[in-house]
Structure formats: C-alpha cells, structure tokens
C-alpha cells in the first residue's frame, strides 16, 4: 500500500543483488496458461534508454491541460510537464517486457510481470514507474534495432516498460482511495 510511481531517480545504477531479486520476481509472476513465454529486455544503457524515453515521450504527445489532473506534485508526470523530454524521467535502468505476437493473454502476462517487478523494487527501497506506449516505440528503427542488439526477434511485440532506480526527492503521500469501487454477489 506504500508504493508510488516515482518519476525522479538518481543516477545510481541498481546494485546487482538488487537487480536479480527483482527479475526474479517478474519470473515467477503467473502467467496464461502457465506458458512463461513473457521476456523481459533489461536496459542500463544510458544512452539508449534516454533515446528510446524521448520516442515514447514524443508517441505520448504534449501534456494535458494546466491543472486537468495532478498524478503526484512531488513526482512531476509527462502528463503535466512538456518540459519533461523522457517518458523515462532518466531511470538508470528499464526494463521492456514483451510477448509473443498473436499471444492472446500477452498483454496480460506483461502487465502481471510488471507489477511483480514494481512490488519487489519498492520493497528493497527502489522506485518504479509503469510507462505504456511500449509497442509504438519498439516499432521505431532505433526500437528495433535495440531489440536486435539484445537478441530479441521480430516475432516479439513490447507491451510495456518499467522504470526502476533509487529515488531522488520524497514520493508523495498516496491518494485517498475513491469510494464504492467494490461490489460483491454473495
């Protein structure tokens, strides 16, 4: 319940122990069918994933209008700040999450990972944040050619990405959950 998107990190690259404790907890996220055919391409190459933030920022468009909606003051969205260049916010590491093309769950698998990976950074002190628009921006000549540089085929589509690093500055108190957003059958 303490776990926020953070959009502000520091340029520490994550500690190793750190890394594979989080990758191990996006291998056992559950999947459809138990088909484990999800991959994860781990980025900590600066260069290449503030390239690829700015394409993904560029896909997103311009922010929304001044005062629309406020995600986090203390953790500033592309949404809110066109000042903002990367929908990566300089996260020393990414990790793009992709499925087989066709793969009617793949999407879902994807996004299960994705939470597994942000649970398990948040609880060794590491931010996170959720960033979509991943199949627009692999579809880019520089996307795909970071994919062939990982060795990840074109028979794999991105679903979406996850930012992780320690983070820089507080994250803000959670919102206050909105009401009569459960109904039961009993």
């Known amino acids: 319940m303490s776990r926020r998107s953070v959009r502000r990190f520091k340029s520490q690259q994550l500690s190793p122990e750190h890394m594979r404790q989080i990758l191990e907890a996006g291998l056992w996220a559950p999947s459809a069918g138990g088909r484990q055919s999800a991959i994860m391409l781990v980025c900590q190459d600066a260069e290449a994933n503030e390239g690829m933030g700015r394409i993904n920022r560029k896909i997103f468009g311009g922010a929304l209008k001044p005062g629309a909606h406020i995600v986090n003051e203390k953790q500033i969205s592309i949404a809110e700040d066109d000042s903002l260049l990367s929908a990566f916010y300089g996260a020393p590491t990414v990790i793009t999450i992709f499925a ?17 990976l942000m649970l398990a950074a948040w609880s060794l002190g590491i931010g996170s944040v959720h960033v979509t628009r991943a199949e627009d921006t692999f579809a880019t000549e520089q996307g795909q050619a970071l994919m062939k540089r990982a060795g990840i085929g074109p028979e794999y589509v991105a679903r979406c990405s996850v930012c992780l690093g320690y983070p820089d500055g507080e994250t803000g108190e959670g919102k206050p959950r909105r009401a009569n957003r459960i109904f039961m059958v009993e």
Not at 101 to 113: L, P
């Open 100 to 116: 087989p093309e066709g793969h009617r769950w793949g999407i879902n698998d994807c996004t299960v990972i994705a939470q597994n």
